[in-house]
Nanobody, 123 residues
Framework: VQLQASGGGLVQVGGSLRLSCEASGRTLSETTVGWFRRPPGKAREFVASLNWSGHLTNYGDFVKGRFTISKDNTKVYLQMSSLQPEDTAAYYC???????????????????WGQGTQVTVSS
């Protein structure tokens, strides 16, 4: 399975972006998916996850209702709004190798990773 993330860019404070992640080699219909990010000079952190059925989500504490994760059979999305400078990071999509998993928050539960897309929020 290969994941290709896109949609990052430069946005002003308070703006919105929609990240996409296209999967090839496997359908995402029964796959847990997630987004993580790595701010400059900091460790990777959990952003959001969506379980295999699409009915269960988890979000990082900092999200506070600003982001929404979704998926279809071939893509994972992260809709981000009210962006702040602290949201500046490289964003990575991820997918679980197993089927019918939960909405994991730990990166170790994800086996496939995209290459990252940069989001920069300017003040």
């Amino acid at each position: 399975v290969q994941l290709q993330a896109s949609g990052g860019g430069l946005v002003q404070v308070g703006g919105s972006l929609r990240l996409s992640c296209e999967a090839s080699g496997r359908t995402l219909s029964e796959t847990t998916v997630g987004w993580f990010r790595r701010p400059p000079g900091k460790a990777r952190e959990f952003v959001a996850s969506l379980n295999w059925s699409g009915h269960l989500t988890n979000y990082g504490d900092f999200v506070k209702g600003r982001f929404t994760i979704s998926k279809d059979n071939t893509k994972v999305y992260l809709q981000m709004s009210s962006l702040q400078p602290e949201d500046t990071a490289a964003y990575y999509c991820a997918a679980d190798r197993k089927t019918r998993g939960g909405a994991y928050t730990n990166a170790r539960n994800f086996d496939y990773w995209g290459q990252g897309t940069q989001v920069t929020v300017s003040s």
